[in-house]
């Protein structure tokens, strides 16, 4: 079966910087779109970044437009969100996804696999 496993969160101070990773299993995973996604407690699951699955298109949120990165490495079926320039704003738990379709996907219903969710903490 699929399996989407998330690493590197933590606590962290303000302005610090983390790599957050996900490992895929049980799909194709060039034949696959890749997104980060948050969640704060309280509210709604968010957007933050997406790549398409040959690497060459990424999207981010406003909120973290020039401090994150997203990127993959196809031969080793895993994401990355590099954090940079991090603000409590940012506490929340960060989740991966997948989805088989080759489009702008920016919202949780395009995905079909999720992973478990790592946390990240930021303290001022």
């Known amino acids: 079966q699929v399996q989407l496993v998330e690493s590197g969160g933590g606590l962290v101070q303000a302005g610090d910087s983390l790599r957050l990773s996900c490992a895929a299993s049980g799909l194709t995973f060039s034949g696959y779109d890749m997104g980060w996604f948050r969640q704060a407690p309280g509210k709604e699951r968010e957007f933050v970044a997406a790549?398409?699955?040959?690497?060459?298109?990424?999207y981010y949120a406003d909120s973290v437009k020039g401090r994150f990165t997203i990127s993959r490495d196809n031969a080793k079926n895993t994401v990355f969100l590099q954090m940079n320039s991090l603000k409590p704003g940012d506490t929340a738990v960060y989740y991966c996804a997948a989805t088989p379709y080759n489009s702008v996907n920016l919202t949780p219903a395009r995905y079909n696999y999720w992973g478990q969710g790592t946390q990240v903490t930021v303290s001022t």
């Open positions: 790549i398409n699955r040959n690497g060459s298109s990424t």
